[in-house]
């Protein structure tokens, strides 16, 4: 049997933090799908379109592909025949939210298990909100982000 999980998250934009679990996610399972969530909602830096191509360029695992869902992730899986959801875990103040959602999706189908990874020391204290910011004002995010997001990020600004 195919183990399939899935990554799902907002990739606004995708860091170094996201990329660890991607590539660690890949030598666990099968296949792995990062699924970029459309959110119409919001306010991102990069349209879905334009996370989809950056996913696919630094995330270069045979066994990794990108997709996008809108409405229940949990529906998501199980149109992608997924028998795994993965989310990482930074720190103990993720741990509340994630349970709830894990919680929650286990409720909604219980064919689905929810997988938690620490994220790696290093990135423990990445989020791409603190990104955008401190990208925003001036501050330097090199090493936290992917070479090319931060190409990308700096011709957000040229315009
Ligand atoms: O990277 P993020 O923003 O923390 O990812 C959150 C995400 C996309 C995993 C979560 O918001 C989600 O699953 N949204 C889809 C809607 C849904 O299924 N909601 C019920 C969750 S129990």
């Known amino acids: 049997m195919t ?3 899935i990554y799902p ?8 933090g996201h990329l660890d679990i991607i590539e660690r996610s890949a030598k666990l399972f099968d296949e792995v799908i990062v ?5 119409l909602d919001k306010q991102p830096m990069f349209t879905v379109a334009e996370r989809v191509e950056m996913i696919r360029q ?12 809108a409405g229940l992730l949990i529906d998501y899986a199980t149109e992608q025949h997924a028998q795994v959801i993965v989310r990482g875990i930074r720190a103990i103040s993720d741990y509340e939210y994630e349970l709830q959602m894990a919680l929650m999706n286990r409720r909604l189908e219980p064919g ?6 620490m994220a790696a020391e290093a990135y423990s204290y990445l989020s791409s909100r603190l990104i955008k ?6 501050g330097s995010i090199t090493g936290l982000v992917p070479e090319w997001v931060e190409q990308r990020m700096r011709e957000t600004v040229k315009g």
């Open 58 to 69: 630094v995330a270069r695992w045979p066994n990794v592909r990108v997709g996008t869902f």
């Open 112 to 117: 689905v298990e929810t997988v938690f990874l």
């Open 3 to 5: 183990r399939r999980a």
């Open 35 to 39: 699924a970029v969530l459309v959110n």
């Open 133 to 138: 910011e401190v990208f925003k004002l001036g």
């Open 9 to 16: 998250g907002s990739f606004d934009p995708m860091t170094m």
